[in-house]
């Protein structure tokens, strides 16, 4: 079946360093992928996205890359800032009847001043 | 746009009793509605999905009896935790999904409901 996995936090990272988030995904066919992000005590908000091979998913300073031949979708953002620490998850939604998302196990990033 | 909300959005009740809890999509209509339960630090696990006018369809190891969904409308599903114990205790989201004008399905994600049960 379908599932992603995602590196393991948290992630502490200072103000205005670089970001990675690894994400790769086994799935069957062309799924959509999506990052998402969850702030404490919130539920889950899309931060991007993207719906086909070499796309690339942009929002808020943030950036993902569809790859297919590594089957990653890793998450990148050039300066982080303090008010980016929350939790991050990778998803997919394959070519399954029920148009479902499958998550990773989520990533906390912890950012300090 | 594409708001969805729930209701409580935290609640504590007594073991034995029953919770319900609302998802609404505000200014859209949701031809399907996701329900997740997430655990501290831990990722989404869909308990079951629902579609206007029909039976949910229940994730394997989800008690059906235990928690009652309800779609009765484009815009509102509930969920009910029946006879509520201390490990019923978590985090329960909500997703709406519908197909937007340009044809691109999309899911929403509302705030979440605490329930802890004493």
């Known amino acids: 079946g379908d599932s992603v996995t995602q590196m393991e936090g948290p992630v502490t990272l200072s103000e205005e360093a670089f970001l990675t988030i690894n994400c790769t995904y086994t799935?069957?066919?062309?799924?959509?992928l999506f990052w998402y992000v969850q702030y404490p005590g919130e539920g889950l908000q899309l931060l991007l996205k993207?719906?086909?091979?070499?796309d690339k998913g942009s929002n808020k300073g943030f950036e993902a890359t569809y790859r297919k031949e590594t089957t990653s979708f890793h998450l990148e953002k050039g300066s982080v800032q303090v008010s980016d620490s929350a939790v991050y998850f990778c998803?997919?939604?394959?070519?399954?009847?029920?148009?479902?998302?499958?998550f990773g196990g989520g990533t906390r990033l912890m950012v300090k001043p | 746009g594409a708001v969805v909300s729930q209701h409580p959005s935290r609640v504590i009740c007594k073991s034995g009793t029953s919770v319900k809890i609302e998802c609404r999509s505000l200014?859209?209509?949701?031809?399907?509605m996701f329900w997740y339960r997430q655990f501290p630090k831990k990722s989404l696990m869909l308990m079951a999905t629902?579609?206007?006018?029909?039976?949910?369809?229940?994730e394997q190891g989800v008690e059906k009896d235990k928690f009652l969904i309800n779609h009765a409308s484009l815009t509102l599903s509930t969920l009910t935790v029946t006879s509520a114990h201390p490990e019923d205790s978590s985090f329960y989201i909500c997703?709406?999904?519908?197909?937007?004008?340009?044809?691109?399905?999309?899911?929403?994600f509302g705030p979440g409901t605490r329930l802890t049960v004493t």
């Open positions: 997703s709406a999904a519908s197909t937007g004008t340009s044809g691109s399905y999309e899911q929403y």
């Open positions: 799935a069957t066919g062309y799924p959509s």
């Open positions: 993207a719906t086909k091979a070499d």
């Open positions: 998803a997919l939604r394959g070519n399954n009847a029920g148009n479902m998302l499958t």
């Open positions: 200014d859209f209509q949701a031809t399907t």
């Open positions: 629902s579609n206007e006018g029909s039976k949910a369809t229940y």
